[in-house]
């Protein structure tokens, strides 16, 4: 079977930014208002957490009010705070709790439990914050403590979530608290910052925010819709003949659509159809994406970064494409909800696919015609794994999912529905 992709679709709002807005939100003075707020798990993690320390919602539909508090002033929980399957969620809160009413224990499901979370623990210790790893993971408590202070923070890990936190920090210490890493990632938390009046500014690769002496002012964020869950979407219509997408309102924040510069330079076509616009602090736009033959191409350090959640898709459109492409510094992949190198690799070696790792480094050669196992049961229960697989059956030319996995629903819910809309036979 061949499929082509044919359609315009707006997608939920970007969770990434929802993270970040419904933090702001809590801590602002009044009433901040969301439109298009995503309902996956992640952000439903985020909503009961804020809420568990005292914070007021009111949702209706996609629409969220979140009745700031004026500043950091936690409800001591009744039970420790579960973060579920949410890095995003519990990186950040770790800098909003930094200094906490009480002790507070923090709790996360069996992958989340898995991952890394020295890397904001060790910062925060260095501004003073009392918190206590499992060796090096989840369940984290932290203490009250008096204040905290302003600290210069290198970071040698490329890490949006862990600037954020140390940034979320920052604004309650005593002097300035700059935040050094290796690339300039996503800056969702800046823009948002900057927008509700902190004063937080980037220099190449250093953020510097002062502490907050009054409270930051609501905001009224209509979200884009997700980068991440569009390059599902960005990859499908790439490789599938004749395929023609529109996604309008989509979050075109140069530090998250790597992915496309990616993409163009391998040939892909590209084009933003209206005039962008930014809605509070981020830029969104029309991305119209039509089917287009590839070209390998080498994809450095910081190109990895920054299109972090993007690469397995990457790699999926590397086999597609003439040549050998090399994508380099893939070690982060190791460390998010599933170990994304391997779980990759057993995806697309599976469908017949050339890929294989060299050092920190993946190599894929093609184009190689894909073929999927007749049974092909979930690989890894882990959302972009899940939804790799279902885009490596699509090019395979395997049946259009009636159903996809529960898990798909920490980022997509809607996912099953967008494929009976957008995916049609040739
Ligand atoms: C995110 C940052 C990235 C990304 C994650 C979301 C964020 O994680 O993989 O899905 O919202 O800041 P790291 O900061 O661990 O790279």
Not at 14 to 38: C, F, N, Q, V, Y
Not at 174 to 186: A, L, Y
């Amino acid at each position: 079977m061949t499929y082509t992709i044919q359609g315009s679709i707006r997608f939920p709002g970007d969770k990434s930014i929802a993270h970040r807005a419904l933090m702001i939100g809590a801590i602002a003075a009044g009433e901040t208002t969301i439109d298009h707020l995503p309902d996956g798990g992640d952000i439903q993690t985020t909503i009961d957490v804020l809420a568990a320390l005292g914070v007021n919602f009111e949702q209706t539909g996609t629409h969220m009010t979140v009745h700031g508090q004026g500043g950091f002033h936690w409800q001591t929980p009744t039970a420790p705070l579960a973060l579920n399957n949410s890095g995003t969620t519990t990186r950040l809160l770790l800098g909003l709790l930094a200094c906490p009413p009480s002790t507070i224990l923090l709790t996360g499901d069996q992958s989340l439990s898995a991952r890394p979370m020295e890397r904001i623990a060790g910062p925060l210790r260095q501004m003073g914050t009392q918190i206590a790893t499992t060796e090096g993971h989840l369940p984290i408590q932290i203490h009250p403590v008096a204040n905290l202070h302003g600290a210069h923070i290198h970071l040698t890990v490329a890490s949006a979530q862990v600037k954020s936190g140390i940034l979320f920090a920052g604004l309650q210490a005593d002097s300035e608290t700059t935040v050094t890493g290796p690339v300039h990632t996503r800056d969702h938390t800046e823009r948002l910052l900057a927008k509700a009046g902190a004063n937080v500014v980037r220099q190449g690769l250093t953020v510097r925010i002062q502490p907050q002496t009054t409270p930051l002012q609501p905001l009224t964020i209509d979200l884009a819709s997700d980068f991440s869950t569009a390059a599902f979407w960005i990859v499908l219509a790439t490789l599938l003949p004749d395929s023609q997408l529109q996604l309008p309102s989509l979050s075109l924040n140069p530090t998250r659509t790597t992915l496309l510069d990616i993409l163009a330079r391998m040939g892909g076509d590209f084009q933003v159809v209206d005039f962008p616009r930014t809605d509070v602090a981020e830029p969104m736009g029309t991305l119209q994406v039509r089917q287009q033959s590839l070209q390998s191409t080498i994809v450095d350090a910081t190109e990895s970064a920054r299109a972090i959640d993007e690469l397995p898709l990457l790699a999926l459109a590397a086999t597609q494409a003439e040549g050998e492409t090399v994508i380099q510094h893939i070690g982060e992949l190791r460390v998010k909800e599933s170990n994304r190198i391997a779980a990759t690799e057993t995806i697309l070696q599976a469908a017949g696919a050339h890929i294989r790792q060299n050092g920190e480094n993946w190599l894929i050669t093609g184009p190689t015609p894909l073929n999927i196992p007749q049974h092909w049961p979930l690989i890894m229960p882990d959302h972009r794994m899940a939804m790799l697989q279902i885009a490596t059956g699509l090019v395979a030319g395997a049946p259009v999912p009636t159903t996809v996995p529960n898990v798909v629903a920490v980022s997509y819910p809607e996912l099953t529905y967008d494929l009976q809309k957008l995916v049609q036979f040739r």
